[in-house]
């Protein structure tokens, strides 16, 4: 069955640094996957996705991810967080590009001044 | 970008009756709507899938008969909570989808129900 782990419920960084967030996935075929932001009150907001090329992914918001099929592993980086990322952030995995999506826990991401 | 509401993004219903959720694509033509339900701390698990003019495909173990989709036009879904009970109380999320846009979903801010 497709499922995605999150390991990290909660992640507290400082403005400035750097940061990853952890995805790992378990489908049967090359996934669809993707990165969602929540901030209190706003919908859902794609970060960015991966289909298929490139294992890494260029987002908005200056993050990106890398596809590993070997981990199965698509991970969320970002160089220097700033204080505004502070957001839940989903990974989630599709089937047929956005026809069904399948999301992980979330992480919770606090920032330190 | 495209824009998604729902209405109410708060409700406070007693148990036993029914209250009914809006969501509507702004700016687009959603041909495919998608319902989730999140709980405090947890993911967004899909309850449904609703094609405009056809009826909506549920989840395994998501309850047509209380939870109610009607996908009547291409800009507005809703969602009926039927008879509700305290363990209905959630967050609920929706999505649109449409032709426009690389096919992406694009979602509501979600209404927090609260069933007293």
């Known amino acids: 069955a497709q499922s995605v782990t999150q390991p990290d419920i909660h992640i507290t960084v400082s403005e400035g640094a750097s940061l990853e967030l952890r995805c790992n996935y378990s489908?049967?075929?090359?996934?669809?996957l993707f990165w969602y932001v929540q901030s209190p009150g706003q919908g859902l907001q794609l970060l960015l996705k991966?289909?298929?090329?490139?294992?890494l992914v260029q987002g908005i918001k200056g993050f990106e991810a890398e596809f590993k099929r070997s981990q199965s592993s698509f991970n969320l980086r970002k160089p220097s967080v700033h204080w505004s990322d502070a957001a839940e952030y989903f990974c989630?995995?599709?089937?047929?590009?956005?026809?069904?999506?399948?999301f992980g826990a979330g992480t919770r991401l606090a920032v330190h001044p | 970008g495209a824009v998604v509401s729902q209405h109410p993004s708060w409700v406070i219903c007693k148990s036993g009756t029914s209250v009914k959720i809006e969501c509507r694509s702004l700016?687009?033509?959603?041909?495919?709507m998608f319902w989730y339900r999140q709980f405090p701390k947890q993911s967004l698990m899909l309850m449904a899938t609703?094609?405009?003019?056809?009826?909506?495909?549920?989840e395994q173990g998501v309850e047509k008969d209380k939870f109610l989709i009607n996908h009547a036009s291409l800009t507005l879904s809703t969602l009926t909570v039927t008879s509700a009970h305290p363990e209905d109380s959630s967050f609920y999320i929706c999505?649109?989808?449409?032709?426009?846009?690389?096919?992406?979903?694009?979602f509501g801010p979600g209404t927090r129900l609260t069933v007293t």
């Open positions: 999505s649109a989808r449409g032709l426009a846009g690389g096919n992406e979903q694009y």
């Open positions: 489908y049967g075929a090359t996934p669809y």
């Open positions: 991966y289909f298929s090329g490139d294992t």
């Open positions: 989630a995995v599709g089937s047929g590009g956005y026809n069904k999506l399948i």
């Open positions: 700016d687009f033509q959603a041909t495919t």
């Open positions: 609703s094609n405009e003019g056809s009826k909506a495909t549920y």
